[in-house]
T-cell receptor
C-alpha cells in the first residue's frame, strides 16, 4: 500500500541555519504531496503542496519539489527562525485511494536563537 | 471565516464508557475526514464522508468505532466501551470536494481513557 517515510527527529538548529527534512514515498499512480505543520498547542495547517511531478510548492520561505524519479518531496528553508519551531508532517493523497491522507511520522524541529 | 471546529477539546473517560466526539466542518465543504493521532502511531486515517455517505470506513480500528454525518454537515464519531489504547487526539478535516482539494483540520479532541 501507499506509504510515506520522513526523517526522524528531533532536529535542532540555530537561527538562520539551512533546513532540510527528507520525505520519500511509495505510491501507485500519481499522488499529490503535502507538507503540514503543527505549531505548539495548535492544529495541523497546510504548509505547501504539489500535485504533479516537478511541481514546486512554496510558502513562508519553505519549498519542496515533487521528484517522481526519486519518489521524494524534501522540505527546505534557507534561513530558519525561532518561530519555525514545530512538528512537520509529510503526507500523500492518492486519487485512487478515496483521497485520504497517508502520513509520515512527523519531524520535530527546534530552532534556537 | 470559521474553520473546522471540534468538541469537546478534551475528554477524560473511564474504561468501558462510551464517548461521542463532534466535528463541525467548514460551511459548504462536502468531504469530511476523521484521523487519529497517537504516540508511536502517528496520524492514521479512520473514515471519510462524501455528503452523508461513508465510502471508506477502512481505517476504523474495530467495531466499537462508528461515525455518522447528518445534513451533509456535522459529524459524530462514537467509541463504545472505550479501552486505554483508544487514548489519542482525534482530528477532523474537511475539504470542498473529494478531489485533490486541501483538507483543513480542526484543533482536535484529546481523549484520555483511564
Amino acid at each position: 500500500g501507499d506509504s510515506v517515510t520522513q526523517m526522524e527527529g528531533p532536529v535542532t538548529l540555530s537561527e538562520e541555519a539551512f533546513l532540510t527534512i527528507n520525505c520519500t514515498y511509495t505510491a501507485t499512480g500519481y499522488p499529490s504531496l503535502f507538507w503540514y505543520v503543527q505549531y505548539p498547542g495548535e492544529g495541523l495547517q497546510l504548509l505547501l503542496k504539489a500535485t504533479k511531478a516537478d511541481d514546486k510548492g512554496s510558502n513562508k520561505g519553505f519549498e519542496a519539489t515533487y521528484r517522481k524519479e526519486t519518489t521524494s518531496f524534501h522540505l527546505e528553508k534557507g534561513s530558519v527562525q525561532v518561530s519555525d519551531s514545530a512538528v512537520y508532517f509529510c503526507a500523500l493523497m492518492n486519487a485512487g485511494n478515496n483521497r485520504k491522507l497517508i502520513w509520515g511520522l512527523g519531524t520535530s524541529l527546534a530552532v534556537n536563537p | 471565516g470559521a474553520g473546522v471546529s471540534q468538541s469537546p477539546s478534551n475528554k477524560v473517560t473511564e474504561k468501558g464508557k462510551d464517548v461521542e466526539l463532534r466535528c463541525d466542518p467548514i460551511s459548504g465543504h462536502t468531504a469530511l475526514y476523521w484521523y487519529r493521532q497517537s504516540l508511536g502511531q502517528g496520524l492514521e486515517f479512520l473514515i471519510y464522508f462524501q455528503g452523508n455517505s461513508a465510502p471508506d470506513k477502512s481505517g476504523l480500528p474495530s467495531d466499537r468505532f462508528s461515525a455518522e454525518r447528518t445534513g451533509g454537515s456535522v459529524s459524530t464519531l462514537t467509541i463504545q466501551r472505550t479501552q486505554q489504547e483508544d487514548s489519542a487526539v482525534y482530528l477532523c478535516a474537511s475539504s470542498l470536494t473529494s478531489g485533490r482539494d486541501t483538507q483543513y483540520f480542526g484543533p482536535g479532541t484529546r481523549l484520555t481513557v483511564l
